[in-house]
């Protein structure tokens, strides 16, 4: 591995029950909380106002921003910044998935960010444009409740700008960390199927990713990440079915939740890649056709394996698809892989989100347009260029 230095300040609280700990949390850090989450939180049930209680019973008090939708917008987030400054909030606390999290972080750096929110995001890789990175934020308290982006213990944002459909994120260590996150299994009990099987082939792809595109000649001996990354995938992979089957199982919910956790806290990449060119290209497939993140992923995993299966710089791909499949074809793998995602009930072609041949070039122009860099490629390890990133795109219709 390389040379690298590691920081990751949040303090977690996992367990059963331990959301009731919220209130004694907040008030260490603040005396007037914006609870962000979903614009419809009915499926919470009365999560909101227990939480509410707790917060009162600890001297904090609440104001809500439910203004988070699937793929959170600019607009979510400036409306966001006007309620928080509205009622004088000093904490933010992010109650959901990824994306009610991933507004939380925006919005609580944005109530300290003396320009328009859009500015922090790297809408474009070229270097086009001016991004202004957020220096602070109010303290953030993330009680997370579907398990797969891991914004809970990490310092990124993703974020849709609808007026140009390009999605893109923040990523700053120096002030989008949660202090605390209470992960309560308990909470991820009623989650539908759907929802968890997306959220954990999300999760998959964190790992899968840097497996995918750290490769040996540029960063050394990996036999510590390889058996890192693998644990997370399998511990997820082969699990999800049994959730799926016994959903209500407390340590299974837990087991899913925490490796969704480690899967993008940054254990998996120190010394080696972090660069996520499946996420980018699934990006642009959720700004455009509305699909979801962990579906998105789903289809590009698969497609990268295909695209990769007969290149003479597979070697990743190849020792992937042994370890997890017991062959040395990534073709085999992507059809394996597809068999998998398709049973447990997500998309595995981006035909299914809506998208035609017709809509390649479109695709592969928000790609480039948002993700590609000064030198025309995607990052990754091998970088990919436009044509290649197109023929991706192809492969997974």
């Not at 209130?23 to 909380?33: D, V």
């Not at 320009?115 to 997370?144: C, N, W, Y």
């Not at 993008?264 to 120190?270: A, E, F, I, V, Y």
């Not at 995607?378 to 997974?396: F, G, Q, T």
Request: charged share 20%.
């Amino acid at each position: 591995m390389n040379s690298f230095e590691f920081f990751n300040p949040v303090h977690v609280i996992f367990g059963a029950g331990e959301v009731s700990r919220i209130g004694a949390e907040a008030e260490k850090l603040g005396r007037k909380a914006l609870l962000v989450s979903y614009r419809d939180v009915g499926f919470f049930g009365d999560l909101p106002a227990r939480i509410h209680g707790w917060l009162a019973d600890a001297g904090v008090a609440c104001a809500d921003a439910f203004l988070a939708t699937a793929n959170p917008k600019v607009s979510e987030a400036r409306d966001g910044v006007a309620i928080g400054r509205q009622v004088g909030a000093d904490l933010v606390i992010g109650l959901g998935g990824g994306s009610a999290m991933d507004l939380a972080k925006v919005i609580a750096a944005g109530l300290l960010y003396p320009h328009d929110v859009k500015q922090m995001f790297h809408f474009s890789h070229s270097g086009a444009g001016v991004r202004i990175a957020p220096t602070e934020a109010l303290p953030l308290l993330m009680i997370p409740t579907l398990p797969a982006t891991a914004s809970e213990m990490n310092p990124t944002a993703v974020i849709t700008d609808e007026e140009t459909l390009r999605k893109s994120y923040v990523w700053e260590p120096a002030c989008l960390y949660p202090r605390v996150s209470i992960l309560d299994p308990a909470l991820t009990l009623s989650l539908p199927a759907y929802q968890t099987a997306c959220g954990a082939l999300d999760a998959i792809s964190h790992a899968v990713e840097p497996f995918f595109f750290s490769d040996e000649a540029t960063y050394g001996n990996l036999a510590l990440h390889d058996q890192l990354q693998m644990g997370v995938i399998r511990a997820i992979y082969e699990n999800l079915e049994k959730v799926l089957q016994n959903p209500r199982d407390l340590q299974l919910r837990g087991l899913m939740q925490w490796s969704a956790t480690v899967g993008l806290n940054g254990w998996l990449t120190c010394g080696v890649q972090g660069w996520t060119p499946m996420h980018q290209m699934g990006h642009v497939l959720s700004s455009h056709f509305g699909a979801t993140h962990g579906a998105t992923l789903a289809c590009m995993m698969i497609a990268w394996l295909r695209f990769f299966d007969r290149r003479p710089d597979n070697a990743r791909f190849v020792k992937f698809s042994r370890l997890l499949y017991g062959k040395d074809s990534p073709a085999e793998a992507a059809r394996q892989l597809e068999a998998y995602v398709r049973h447990v009930g997500v998309q595995s072609r981006i035909s299914e989100f809506g998208c035609t041949a017709a809509d390649l070039d479109t695709l592969t122009a928000g790609l480039v347009d948002v993700s590609f860099g000064a030198d025309g490629k995607l990052a990754s390890v091998p970088k990919i260029d436009r044509d290649e990133a197109r023929r991706i795109y192809e492969l997974a219709l």
